[in-house]
């Protein structure tokens, strides 16, 4: 079975720019996970959404990040504009409503911001 | 918001070793988990725990629920290279807008000497 589907894999962009990363999350699953990695702040929950619907989003560092789940396959974290701190990985994870502790994460999107 | 103090940062051990590593809250937290991560990899789910001084072990792991419900701690026994990684401490609480919303310790860097 296919694991949580994550693109790009790398990312580098200059300061200014938009970057869409995107997420595929498990068949069936329907809670979705977006998580920032750095070494300074470690693991931090972005947005989660539960059936398509965002449930918390206290995560979201500010104005300049969005994020959309249009269909139980897909989902989208936006920033705009990027600025070099935003650089780090970005996690996406999903699981069965109700097992939300067992989050299933993707390989992760590396994004660079110049 | 909480946080988790996980320990100790980072270990180097001989193949063969035994290893342990916790994670102190101020806050409560109903689960408690343990993840592992590979180098470019997301965080894979090693144990879950869901009730105070429970002890649960899954093969060479074993991790306790703290009574205090505010920490845990993870051994793993007669480490071998394949047990490198960086292992995270994750709490969640229940109900309300916690639900689904886990915290992650700073992790533990461990590193296998063959």
């Known amino acids: 079975d296919a694991g949580v589907i994550q693109s790009p894999r790398h990312e580098v962009t200059e300061m200014g720019q938009e970057v869409t990363l995107r997420c595929k999350p498990i068949s069936g699953h329907n809670s979705l996970f977006w998580y920032r990695q750095t070494m300074m702040r470690g693991l931090e929950l972005l947005i989660y959404f539960n059936n398509n619907v965002p449930i918390d989003d206290s995560g979201m560092p500010e104005d300049r990040f969005s994020a959309k789940m249009p269909n139980a396959s897909f989902s989208t974290l936006k920033i705009q504009p990027s600025e070099p701190r935003d650089s780090a990985v970005y996690f996406c994870a999903s699981s069965h409503q109700g097992s939300e502790d067992t989050q299933y994460f993707g390989p992760g999107t590396r994004l660079t911001v110049l | 918001g909480q946080q988790l103090n996980q320990s100790p940062q980072s270990m180097f051990i001989q193949e063969g070793e035994d290893v342990s590593m916790n994670c102190t809250s101020s806050?409560?937290?109903?689960?408690w988990l343990w993840y592992k991560q590979d180098p470019g990899e997301g965080p894979v789910l090693l144990i879950a725990?869901?009730?105070?001084?429970e002890l649960t072990s899954n093969g060479r792991l074993t991790a306790q629920f703290g009574i205090t419900r505010k920490d845990s701690f993870l051994n793993i026994s007669a480490s071998i290279p394949s047990d490198v990684g960086i292992y995270f401490c994750a709490g969640r609480m229940s109900g309300g807008t916690s639900y689904g919303k886990l915290t992650f310790g700073q992790g533990t860097i461990l590193t296998v000497h063959p």
């Open positions: 725990l869901y009730k105070a001084g």
């Open positions: 806050s409560i937290f109903n689960t």
